[in-house]
């Protein structure tokens, strides 16, 4: 089984008692350059069971698309289901289970971006002691605000944006 197939079947936290269903990438690539973990998915995408399909959020994958190859880069979530109630992030960061760690030791990209508070707090908790030990190759990781925060910061926080992913991407073999 995929892990595609994995986040669609998941049963495995107590956040699946709150959302519609999983939402897993859409893509499933070979190879990948970058991974962008967005903290979970939108209402709207919920609604509409497509990953990265709100407003917010394809306005920043075409931002991130403009500075890498769309068809390497690889767009999922932290946690893969949106609540349909008022869940305390700490609840919701107890929950996030083992699929990112699987996403990243499949795809081994060599650049992480984390979009979002949880995606950074959960980076830091969980992965920052592990990363060197745990994943046998090497990438450059970035931290950055939601997408909905890019989308609603206009164009001075596009600009600051793209500058990152620039940088970013001049840090990294992409």
């Given at each position: 089984?995929?892990?595609?197939?994995?986040?669609?079947?998941?049963?495995?936290?107590?956040?699946?008692?709150?959302?519609?269903?999983?939402?897993?990438?859409?893509q499933?690539?070979?190879i990948?350059d970058?991974?962008?973990?967005?903290?979970?998915?939108?209402?709207?995408?919920?609604?509409?069971e497509?990953?990265?399909?709100?407003?917010?959020?394809?306005?920043?994958?075409?931002?991130?698309?403009?500075?890498?190859?769309?068809?390497?880069?690889?767009?999922?979530?932290?946690?893969?289901?949106?609540s349909?109630?008022?869940?305390?992030?700490k609840?919701?960061?107890?929950?996030v289970?083992?699929?990112?760690?699987?996403e990243?030791?499949?795809?081994?990209?060599?650049?992480?971006?984390?979009?979002?508070?949880?995606?950074?707090?959960?980076?830091?908790?969980?992965?920052?002691d592990?990363?060197?030990?745990?994943?046998?190759?090497q990438?450059?990781?970035?931290?950055?605000?939601?997408?909905?925060?890019?989308?609603?910061?206009g164009?001075?926080?596009t600009?600051?944006?793209?500058?990152?992913?620039?940088?970013?991407?001049?840090?990294?073999s992409?």
């Open positions: 089984m995929n892990i595609e197939s994995k986040i669609v079947a998941c049963v495995s936290c107590k956040l699946r008692d709150y959302c519609n269903k999983p939402l897993p990438p859409e499933n690539y070979d990948i970058v991974m962008v973990v967005s903290d979970r998915p939108s209402k709207e995408e919920d609604d509409c497509w990953s990265w399909g709100d407003r917010s959020s394809r306005y920043v994958a075409d931002l991130i698309n403009k500075e890498f190859d769309e068809g390497k880069t690889y767009y999922t979530y932290l946690t893969k289901c949106h349909t109630v008022s869940l305390p992030k609840f919701i960061l107890l929950c289970n083992s699929f990112l760690t699987q990243i030791e499949l795809y081994k990209p060599k650049i992480i971006l984390y979009l979002g508070s949880a995606s950074k707090k959960y980076y830091k908790v969980n992965m920052g592990i990363r060197c030990s745990f994943f046998p190759f990438y450059s990781e970035g931290f950055w605000q939601s997408p909905h925060y890019i989308y609603n910061g164009k001075t926080k600009k600051e944006f793209l500058e990152f992913l620039h940088k970013l991407k001049g840090a990294s992409v």
